[in-house]
């Protein structure tokens, strides 16, 4: 079974610059979250998914950032204008329907893009 | 908003000891999840714990959710260079499937 796949790999942008981030789930899997982790911190929530809608966008910076996942499958993050504070790795994770004796819903994740703003 | 902070913030030890972190949530949770990251790689989903007091072991790893429902705990019976990586809780509130992750804690063998 695939994994959770996410392009590119690392992203090296200067600051101002749009950049754009790709997420394909692993199949049948219909949450679908974008986490933020900083280098020495734990990953911070940025928007999740049940199926194509949004159901908890409150911690995305709206003014800059924004996502969607269209037909409920894929997932794209964008940030315009990036800002230097934006380095970071940005993970998608993934989660199945919570099934009793099959799934309790964990999450399986990328393997991240690393994000570099000069 | 909901915190979760986990204690220590880095731990060495030699191969053998033992080791232990402790997760805190600021708020209540319905379910506590445990992942391990290791160096370069990105979190890889351990165990969920549900019930309070519940206690549930994977070989050498121990892991507690407090009676309250807002604590948790690792425990890792002599460690192994394996072991190595970071150590995230992430606990979610009743009624919702957001997950907060911890602060980590890093822990590093020394063989």
């Known amino acids: 079974e695939a994994g959770v796949v996410q392009s590119p790999r690392y992203k090296i942008i200067e600051k101002k610059q749009p950049v754009a981030f790709w997420c394909n789930p692993i199949?049948?899997?219909?949450?679908l979250y974008w986490y933020l982790q900083n280098l020495g911190q734990g990953p911070e929530l940025l928007i999740r998914?049940?199926?194509?809608?949004?159901?908890?966008d409150s911690q995305l910076p709206k003014d800059r950032f924004s996502a969607e996942r269209l037909k409920g499958v894929d997932s794209t993050l964008k940030i315009q204008p990036a800002e230097l504070g934006d380095s970071a790795v940005y993970l998608c994770?993934?989660?199945?329907?919570?099934?009793?004796?099959?799934?309790?819903?964990?999450?399986?994740f990328g393997p991240g893009t690393r994000l570099t703003v000069l | 908003g909901q915190q979760v902070m986990q204690i220590p913030q880095y731990q060495h030890v030699q191969e053998g000891e033992d080791f232990t972190t402790y997760c805190n949530s600021s708020?209540?949770?319905?379910?506590i999840q445990w992942y391990k990251q290791r160096p370069g790689g990105h979190p890889v989903f351990l165990i969920q714990?549900?019930?309070?007091?519940e206690v549930k072991k994977q070989k050498r790893l121990t892991f507690q959710f407090g009676e309250a429902k807002k604590n948790s705990s690792l425990h890792i019976t002599a460690t192994q260079t394996t072991d190595v990586g970071t150590y995230f809780c992430a606990g979610a509130t009743a009624g919702t499937y957001k997950y907060i992750f911890g602060t980590g804690t890093r822990l590093k063998v020394l063989a």
């Open positions: 708020t209540t949770l319905s379910n």
């Open positions: 994770a993934s989660s199945p329907p919570r099934l009793a004796g099959i799934s309790v819903g964990e999450l399986f």
């Open positions: 199949s049948g899997h219909n949450t």
């Open positions: 998914y049940e199926n194509e809608e949004a159901v908890d």
């Open positions: 714990l549900v019930k309070s007091g």
